[in-house]
C-alpha cells in the first residue's frame, strides 16, 4: 500500500485499507495494523503493508519495516517469521521445469525467504516458518524438495569453515539435528519407508532413512538417488582424483551393474531387470554402451559412435536412435 494513497481521514478509508482480518492505520507516513476490534495489532512502525498474492491469495500478510526488512504475519497480523528477510521469493529460473519463477511467486504453496546471503523456507498454505532465514548456503531448490508435501526438507549450515547437515519436516521439527555428524543429506521421496536417503559423513556417502539411521555403509565417493529400489553409486581414483568408476546397487548395498562406468547417464527397469546406460572409459573413440544386470554388453557397432544412431534407453525400452 503506498503512502501517496493514504488519507487523513481513517474512518473513510477503512474498507479500502481492510486486509484479511485486519485494517491498516497510518501515522507519521508509517503504517500499522488494527483488529476487529480496534486493538493495535501491529504498531505504525512499517513503509509498506500488504497481502501477499500468487496465483491465488495466501492469509498472509506482508510487512516492510523502516530498516526496508520484510516480515509475515497471519491473517490477524501476528508475526510469524522469526527473522526479518531483506527479500522473499526473489525470481529465480528453474531448469528442470523450464519457466522462469516471477518475483512474488511460490512453489507448491512454499516461498524461499533471503537474509544477508542466508536463507530460509516458508509455507504459505498453512502460514508457518518451516526454515528461519539463518542458514548458509540454505535449503535447496524448492522444486528439488516438492514443496510442502515433501516429508522430509534437508538444511545446510556453514560455520567456522564446518558444514553441517540436518533434516526437517513440513512443519520445522526436527527429524535427523546438526548433531548427527552429517554434511550432506540429499533429496527425501515422497514416501520415504520405501526409499533411501543419499547422505554424507566423514567425507563419504552412504544411505539413511528419514530417522537418520544408517541403511548402506558411507563408504561411497559418489551416490546418486534411490529410484524403483537402485542407485548409481561410485568411486573416484585415489590416483588422479578424477576418474570415476560407476555400478548400480540395489537397497540392500548388493551390487546389480558392475563399477565400470565412468560415466552413468541413466539406468531403467525393463522387463524386471537393471540396465545401465553410459560410458565405459573416458579414453578417445570409446562408444556408449549400454549394461545389464547379467553382464551382457550392448554397445554400438564398430566405428558408429555418432549420439543420433546409438543404442539408448528410452522409457522402458531399448531402442536405436536414428537422425
Known sequence: ??????????NEDSKKKRILCCTV???????????????????????????????????????????????????NGRIVTTHGCSSIARSQYVSSSNYWRAAGKSWNGCIELYNEGKSGLFDLVN???????????????????DGIYSPGIPVIHEENGRRM????????????PFESGFSWIGR??????DYLIAARKDGKYGYINIHGTEKIPF?????????????VVGFISSQDGVTHSLGVIDHHNRMVIPFKFAYIDKFAVIEGRVFAQGRIGWEMGKPY???????????????DLSWPNMLCILGNKIVKKHQ
Request: charged share 30%.
Open 1 to 10: 500500500m503506498k503512502r501517496e494513497q493514504q488519507s487523513n481521514n481513517a
Open 25 to 75: 492505520i497510518e501515522k507519521n507516513g508509517l503504517f500499522g495494523l488494527i483488529d476487529s476490534k480496534g486493538e493495535v495489532v501491529q504498531p505504525c512502525r512499517y513503509l509498506n503493508i500488504y497481502q501477499f498474492s500468487d496465483d491465488q491469495d495466501y492469509d498472509v500478510i506482508v510487512l516492510e519495516d523502516n530498516t526496508y526488512e520484510y516480515w509475515l504475519a497471519d491473517k
Open 127 to 145: 502460514v508457518r516458518e518451516i526454515v528461519p532465514a539463518i542458514y548458509s548456503p540454505g535449503v535447496p531448490d524448492i522444486e528439488d524438495i
Open 165 to 176: 547437515a540436518k533434516l526437517v519436516d513440513p512443519s520445522g521439527k526436527e527429524l535427523i
Open 188 to 193: 527425501v521421496p515422497i514416501d520415504p519407508q
Open 219 to 231: 563408504r561411497y565417493d559418489i551416490a546418486g538417488d534411490f529410484k524403483d529400489g537402485y542407485a
Open 289 to 303: 554402451s549400454i549394461v545389464c544386470e547379467d553382464g551382457n554388453n550392448y554397445e554400438l557397432e564398430e566405428g
